[in-house]
């Protein structure tokens, strides 16, 4: 039975669209009706993502400092909340749930006009900066690592954790097994699509540098950029190191589930499955990350003992090779670590979410969401 329809904003990167595609899968099997509202890139969308349909919706950036550029940037954006203010004229929602990226903000703010409940998700531990701008004009805020606190936008933020993919929660269901002395160590590295050039570099250096019995241990799998991927591959075969090196891995959960140490980036999304799966982690925040929300989100996982934060400057290959070389000879450190990120994770996020989303829908606050959960 239909309960009604939800729209969804978000901008379109993987980052913004994932998260809103969970929490789409997850209210569609509750019977709501989905919708979706995103920027011109949503043609490539409108035949993966779960929704009735996909609007595009004008918007734009407002980075520059040029006068004339930011005049055409709220131009669009005006536009924008007109051409929203029309999509729910039709399909009349009963909550509008913005994803982060400057295309929700015309949905959020003629939403807001409309005196349409509304709900922001926001994936990392520092708000973004449209998120920040739609923060004192929504219901509600749900927050991956954002804290629920006494500040203004703590005081209507709810954690509930950034929804993972379904190769994720399957993949949490293998136990975390350390790797005594002597047997196989599996050590996952990846970049994402920023960065990876530093491990393709530093990486294989700091291999080179540990002891022939713990090189003979490892087998190491690792992103890298698709440039990269001849020469990392060369320095492990001369190393005699068992590696699998590849721009992508269409199995990366399950390859994160074997890992008995990851290295990596430490964007939203990754933090959330290193921690729903429980693996131990070596974070390095990418150094160029706007607003450093990495360098947040790996804080807020390191706080919780299930990884460690390293700067990129402070990581010389002899640096790497100590770091890797001395947790290879602790296993119950990493035990430890792992166990720690997986009290952090939250895999029902998703469903979280959800139900935040309905309670704001229905005319709740957070405060009277807060007490039922409670």
């Given at each position: 039975?239909s ?12 980052g ?21 509202a ?28 040029n006068p ?17 203010g ?5 399909i ?28 922001i998700h926001e ?6 900066r449209a ?5 004192g ?6 927050g ?9 936008a703590?005081?209507k933020?709810v954690?509930?954790g950034?929804?993972?993919r ?63 991927v ?12 068992d ?7 269409t199995?990366?959960?399950?390859r ?24 131990p ?16 989100n ?5 706080a ?29 450190r ?8 997986r ?27 807060r007490?039922?959960?409670?």
């Amino acid at each position: 039975m239909s309960k009604g329809v939800i729209l969804l904003a978000a901008g379109g990167t993987g980052g913004h669209l994932f998260p809103a595609e969970a929490l789409a899968h997850e209210l569609i099997e509750r019977g709501w009706k989905v919708h979706l509202a995103t920027d011109h890139r949503a043609e490539r969308y409108s035949g993966q993502f779960p929704a009735v349909a996909v609007h595009s919706i004008a918007s734009a950036t407002l980075g520059s400092r040029n006068p004339i550029a930011v005049l055409s940037s709220f131009w669009r954006i005006w536009q924008g909340v007109r051409q929203a203010g029309e999509v729910m004229a039709r399909i009349k929602p009963e909550a509008v749930v913005g994803f982060g990226g400057y295309p929700t903000l015309p949905p959020l703010y003629a939403a807001t006009r409309r005196k349409v409940p509304t709900l922001i998700h926001e994936q990392n531990a520092v708000m973004g900066r449209a998120n920040k701008a739609l923060a004192g004009r929504v219901d509600a805020i749900a927050g991956g690592f954002l804290p629920e606190g006494a500040s203004a936008a703590g005081a209507k933020t709810v954690t509930t954790g950034n929804p993972v993919r379904p190769q994720v929660l399957e993949a949490a269901k293998t136990p975390y097994v350390p790797s005594k002395d002597g047997e196989p160590f599996r050590f996952l590295v990846f970049g994402g699509s920023q960065g990876a050039q530093f491990f393709s570099d530093a990486v294989p250096a700091a291999i080179a540098l540990l002891p022939e019995a713990q090189r003979k241990r490892l087998l190491i799998t690792q992103q890298a950029r698709a440039e990269d991927v001849g020469r990392v591959k060369a320095v492990y075969a001369e190393l005699a190191v068992d590696a699998r090196v590849s721009p992508f891995f269409t199995d990366m959960a399950a390859r994160m589930a074997a890992a008995h140490l990851v290295m990596s980036r430490s964007g939203a999304s990754t933090v959330s499955e290193i921690s729903v799966i429980g693996r131990p982690a070596l974070l390095v925040p990418y150094p160029h990350a706007l607003d450093h929300d990495q360098a947040a989100n790996a804080a807020a996982l390191a706080a919780a003992g299930g990884a460690e934060l390293h700067p990129q400057s402070t990581l010389s290959a002899e640096r790497i090779a100590a770091l890797v070389g001395g947790l290879m000879n602790d296993p119950s450190r990493l035990a430890g670590m792992a166990a720690a990120a997986r009290s952090a994770g939250k895999p029902d996020a998703a469903r979280l979410l959800a139900d935040l989303t309905e309670a704001i829908a229905s005319g709740k606050t957070v405060s009277d969401f807060r007490r039922t959960r409670a």
